[in-house]
């Protein structure tokens, strides 16, 4: 499978506790995003990654959240003294994009979602 | 800032019918991309299409037809003699690639699509 793939896929966590979800892209992909979708609503975008690079974070939604790629391949998202309010399903898509420039563009591919409840 | 509306939350239909789905964009920009997703029950967002505000061209696809009217900023969906496996969460979504968060999409807020026997 080619595909963007997701850790865990289901998520059960006490208020408080520290959570961590993976991301594994397309192997091709150079960018990788973030996004959180609340029941009954759009995917909302959190933050994105050129290669290793974190180039937008202004959108995650508190200092509790994190995410990584250090390696330019897989990345993490970690949320810090989870909330009720953080349950959610957490989103990863991933693109290949040619060049830094603007203007181009190709699809973002998602993967399965991990889904987040936080007790 | 960008905005996507879908102003129809829930639509159902009986199998065969026709349905559209409706989408209004705003953006400052001239230049940007809007798309459709597909979620279905099993939670992940599939891709539909692709349009580039060049190209106001009407699509078709199979049972799958897209109009696309920048003067109403309107990027409509349709499906044709729809059936049961259509029944999912449509998503419309509108990507700058000139902004700073990198072709980041901006979701509206989804229409199910309930299609029933």
């Known amino acids: 499978d080619t595909g963007v793939s997701q850790d865990p896929r289901h998520k059960i966590t006490k208020r408080g506790q520290n959570v961590t979800f993976r991301c594994d892209p397309i192997?091709?992909?150079?960018?990788l995003y973030w996004y959180r979708q609340t029941l009954g609503q759009g995917p909302e975008f959190l933050t994105y990654?050129?290669?290793?690079?974190?180039?937008?974070k202004s959108r995650l939604l508190s200092d509790r959240f994190s995410a990584e790629r250090p390696k330019g391949s897989f990345s993490t998202l970690e949320i810090q003294r989870t909330e009720q309010g953080d349950s959610a399903m957490y989103l990863c898509?991933?693109?290949?994009?040619?060049?830094?420039?603007?203007?181009?563009?190709?699809?973002?591919?998602f993967g399965p979602g991990t889904r987040l409840t936080v007790l | 800032a960008q905005k996507v509306t879908q102003a129809q939350t829930e639509i159902s239909v009986v199998e065969k019918e026709d349905v559209t789905l409706d989408c209004v964009y705003e953006?400052?920009?001239?230049?940007?991309?809007l798309f459709w997703y597909k979620q279905p029950p099993s939670g992940e967002l599939v891709f539909l299409i692709r349009?580039?505000?060049?190209?106001?061209q009407n699509e078709i696809s199979g049972r799958y037809s897209w109009n696309f009217q920048k003067s109403t900023s309107s990027f409509n969906f349709t499906i044709t003699a729809s059936q049961v496996v259509d029944s999912a969460v449509y998503f419309c979504?509108?990507?700058?690639?000139?902004?700073?968060?990198?072709?980041?999409?901006?979701f509206g807020g989804g229409t199910r699509l309930m299609v029933k026997p």
């Open positions: 898509a991933s693109s290949y994009v040619p060049g830094q420039g603007s203007g181009s563009y190709n699809e973002q591919f």
């Open positions: 349009r580039n505000s060049f190209d106001e």
């Open positions: 979504a509108l990507s700058d690639p000139q902004n700073n968060a990198g072709n980041m999409l901006t």
């Open positions: 192997s091709e992909h150079n960018r």
């Open positions: 953006t400052r920009d001239t230049t940007y991309y």
């Open positions: 990654f050129q290669n290793e690079a974190q180039l937008e």
